[in-house]
């Protein structure tokens, strides 16, 4: 099986890695071979082009090599969520919404759900196990349709507590 991934022209040398160091993990851990032109394109068996998919989607969706790393263990999910549609100047709001004053919000999100979030582009993903991408996911899309952030934590804390 043979899959292209888009990947943002900036983002293509944090997927090399220093000496080549990233691409070759994502390489060896998922056997497949990796080529990285205009797209990335991944070459193996399904299930292993599905899991360097998700690694290399992740790290172009502005996820460290470290933290997309995580997608390579058992139970660990990729999920993005889109703005594409929004004008550049609603995308901003929404976006700094997410982030909150110095990253507040989004270190909020990542503590109480478990998972780690990412900003960038016209996206916002969240990597983590199924539930715990679940509660992170209703945080950040009451956040995005202008929730207040009180009720996005306390929505958040509640779904948390029922699924313990």
Known sequence: MIETVLIPRERKAILI???????????????????????????????????ARDVITAIARGFSPMRAFVLLSKGYELKVISLIGQNEKTIKRLMARVIGRKGTTRRIIEYES???????????????????????????????????????????????????
């Open 17 to 51: 890695g220093r000496n080549g160091f990233v691409k070759r993990k994502i390489e060896r851990v998922t056997n497949t071979r990796i080529t990285i032109n205009e797209d990335v394109e991944i070459e193996g068996d399904m299930f292993n082009v599905m899991k």
């Open 114 to 164: 478990n998972t780690n979030v990412s900003v960038y582009g016209k996206t916002v993903s969240i990597i983590g196990t199924s539930e715990s991408i679940a509660i992170a996911q209703e945080a950040v899309e009451a956040l995005l349709a202008g929730r207040k952030h009180g009720s996005a934590y306390i929505k958040m804390k509640r779904k948390k507590e029922s699924n313990d």
